[in-house]
Structure formats: structure tokens, C-alpha cells
Nanobody, 121 residues
Framework: VQLAESGGGSVQAGGSLRLSCVGSGRFFSTYAMGWFRQSPGKEREFVAA????????DYADSVKGRFTISRDNAKNTVYLQMNSLKPEDTAVYYC???????????????WGQGTQVTVSS
């Protein structure tokens, strides 16, 4: 599975962005998907995850109520809708694929190259 993120950019605090992650390969729909982010000088952290069917989601406390993860298996795409963005959301955002939905990076076998999100105050 190869993954490619898009949709990053610069936005003012309170604004919104929608990230997309397109996967190649016929087995995309069988993988759980996750979004992670990494800020300069910080470790990569879990943001959100979704089961292969899309029926189960999970969010980090820092984004709960502001971010929404979803997927369209017919398009081999997973999304991250980000609303009410804050400067502390500034990071490179990565999508990743795993056999089972998890918050643990080590569970994710395939990773995209990342997309930059910058939120200014």
C-alpha cells in the first residue's frame, strides 16, 4: 500500500482544512487508517484513527470535537476534516495504514510522506 497526503497549507486560527490521503493497492479497504502529526522538536503523536469499515473512530483528546476522520473505500481515500484550528495544531500530518485500528505508531506498517499544516494566530 502506498499513501499520499494532500490538503495541507496555511490558515489562521479558527479556520479549517481538510486533509486527504489516497492509497494505492487493491487491499486499501481492508486496512485501518490513522493520522499522526509531528511538530519541530517533538515526537510524532497520534491524532485520529478509523477502522477498515469506517464504523469505529478514535481521537486524541487534543483534537476531539474539532477534527473528524472519515473514509471512502470506493475512492481509496481517508480524510481528516480539521475545524477550529489552533496554532498548536501546526505540524506535519501523516496518514498511515495498519491491520487494526490503534493509537500506537508501531502498529502502522505503511506511511505517507506527510503534508504541512501551519496555523497562525
Amino acid at each position: 500500500v502506498q499513501l499520499a497526503e494532500s490538503g495541507g497549507g496555511s490558515v489562521q486560527a479558527g479556520g479549517s482544512l481538510r486533509l486527504s490521503c489516497v492509497g494505492s493497492g487493491r487491499f486499501f479497504s481492508t486496512y485501518a487508517m490513522g493520522w499522526f502529526r509531528q511538530s519541530p522538536g517533538k515526537e510524532r503523536e497520534f491524532v485520529a484513527a478509523i477502522s477498515w469499515s469506517g464504523s469505529i473512530t478514535d481521537y486524541a483528546d487534543s483534537v476531539k470535537g474539532r477534527f473528524t476522520i472519515s473514509r471512502d473505500n470506493a475512492k481509496n481515500t481517508v480524510y481528516l476534516q480539521m475545524n477550529s484550528l489552533k496554532p498548536e495544531d501546526t505540524a506535519v500530518y501523516y496518514c498511515a495504514a495498519a491491520r487494526n485500528k490503534s493509537r500506537r505508531m508501531m502498529e502502522y506498517r505503511y506511511w505517507g510522506q506527510g503534508t504541512q499544516v501551519t496555523v497562525s494566530s
